[in-house]
């Protein structure tokens, strides 16, 4: 074997090659990096509007009981409210998303016109960079111990 073919079998890439190599897998890590970075902000608002979600089912349990509805027709309580210490957002969710939430409570009209259909409302609002977000629920109670239903 002559030393010039020993050369050549030893050679390796040549630095064009190696650059067109490195074109090549950048091109392709690009749009990889856009999906992965895209994918973890989908995953962080998601698990924002899950939180505000559950503060929300939280609020509306506390809430949705009869004699607390009932002295709070036409009102809507903002939370955090000092007059309502026991209604409370979940404090990471507060602080991190500077959420607030507010709970109306409004006489439904039925169709006999009777006064006993509530409509609950519970809002959750919170801020994410700098877009304003929001979530609610809501709910009819019936107060069905002030029903007389007619005797035949």
């Known amino acids: 074997m002559s030393v010039k073919s020993a050369c050549a079998s030893l050679r390796g890439f040549t630095l064009i090659q190696i650059m067109i190599a490195l074109a090549i897998l950048g091109i392709a890590l690009i749009p990889a990096s856009y999906i992965f970075t895209t994918s973890n902000r989908k995953v962080v608002r998601g698990q924002a509007l899950l939180d505000a979600t559950m503060v929300a089912e939280s609020l509306m349990d506390q809430v949705c009981y009869d004699r607390f509805i009932m002295s709070n027709v036409g009102r809507t309580i903002t939370i955090p409210d000092d007059n309502f210490p026991q209604l409370k957002i979940l404090p990471y969710f507060a602080e991190k998303f500077s959420a607030t939430a507010s709970i109306t409570f409004e006489e439904e009209p039925t169709y006999f016109?009777?006064?006993?259909?509530?409509?609950?409302k519970v809002s959750v609002e919170w801020k994410e960079g700098d877009r304003e977000l929001s979530t609610s629920l809501e709910t009819l109670k019936a107060n069905i111990n002030d029903i007389l239903l007619p005797l035949k």
């Open 113 to 120: 016109n009777q006064r006993n259909l509530r409509r609950v």
